[in-house]
């Protein structure tokens, strides 16, 4: 892999801090979209001192908990349009939630790290300020304080939620359990539902590829299907169409645009047991956009 000097911002992939200067970092790893950066992730360099702060994350990482402040910490920099933006997270469950709520059509905002839940007063903090004075306050107090959530979820149906992601077989101790039932409790006279999302915890899930796949296909409006391929589709599954292959060569596309078809309520699939690839069912979704609303599957 080739390495270059670079200054911080490069948009284009993986980078880690580069010792000889504070404003000088070098590529680390390629991860681009056509249209911009799918996830940036930033290594702290064993050469500099362990807790430097990372001034150039301070504009990204603005939540109500500082997910990456300091070198050593490793930060998942991506861009979600109903997030603002670039987003950052400090473990990759987080980053693939994020663009599966992109992606979600009942979805209209998303904020990570939005608050934090003061379990003493029963109050919400809307700032990293109001954080850090509440930790100093409770600071050797038995039992859980405080409690932030990873997203806060706007859904157009005015439904608000407070998400917990967590990777299947590491859900938490009781204490976490605990703690969270409180910050439920707290939440609720906000008007905000929790739920606990758990991602699968293996590479090869079908759900992390597709999730990618996806998310990409959304970033790219210029390749919205037809109205000819929109009124194809019927008439290809009448004629036997049953998998990704089928309507590809029925349609006369590239495989490589049925994520798009997926995205737009085109084709139907069931992306969380299955892989978006040649054999995979297929089925015409006429408008509807219920595939994609995975989340609710992944709650425990």
């Not at 362990?50 to 001034?55: A, D």
């Not at 959304?218 to 929109?230: F, I, K």
């Not at 599954?237 to 029925?250: I, N, P, Y």
Request: proline letters at 6%; glycine letters at 8%; hydrophobic letters at 40%.
């Amino acid at each position: 892999m080739t390495r270059h000097k670079l200054p911080f911002w490069t948009g284009a992939g993986g980078i880690e801090s580069h010792p000889e200067t504070p404003e000088s970092y070098t590529v680390a790893s390629t991860d681009a979209l056509a249209n911009g950066p799918r996830c940036v992730v930033v290594w702290g360099s064993k050469d500099m001192r362990k807790y430097n702060s990372r001034p150039g994350l301070k504009k990204l990482d603005n939540g109500a908990r500082k997910v990456a402040p300091t070198y050593g910490r490793e930060a998942f920099i991506t861009f979600v349009e109903k997030g603002g933006g670039m987003l950052v997270f400090d473990n990759d469950a987080e980053r693939l939630v994020a663009h599966m709520l992109g992606f979600d059509p009942r979805v209209r905002r998303i904020q990570a790290q939005p608050f934090a839940v003061d379990l003493v007063e029963g109050k919400l903090l809307r700032s990293a300020e109001q954080r850090d004075a509440a930790r100093r306050k409770y600071a050797g107090r038995k039992g859980a304080s405080i409690y932030t959530p990873d997203f806060y979820v706007e859904r157009a149906d005015g439904k608000q939620l407070a998400l917990e992601v967590k990777l299947q077989g590491f859900v938490g101790a009781d204490a976490d359990h605990d703690r969270l039932d409180q910050a439920t409790q707290v939440l609720s006279t906000y008007g905000h539902d929790v739920a606990r999302v758990v991602m699968p915890n293996t590479t090869h899930h079908p759900l992390r590829p597709n999730i990618g796949l996806l998310h990409a296909a959304a970033q790219r409006p210029d390749l919205r299907p037809t109205e000819e391929v929109v009124e194809r589709v019927g008439e290809v599954a009448d004629a036997g169409a049953s998998t990704l292959f089928d309507f590809a060569r029925g349609l006369e596309v590239s495989v490589n645009l049925i994520p798009s078809l997926v995205v737009y309520g085109v084709l139907s699939a069931d992306i969380l047991i299955s892989h978006l690839e040649g054999l995979t069912p297929l089925e015409p979704a006429y408008g509807g956009l219920d595939h994609l609303h995975v989340m609710e599957r992944l709650v425990q």
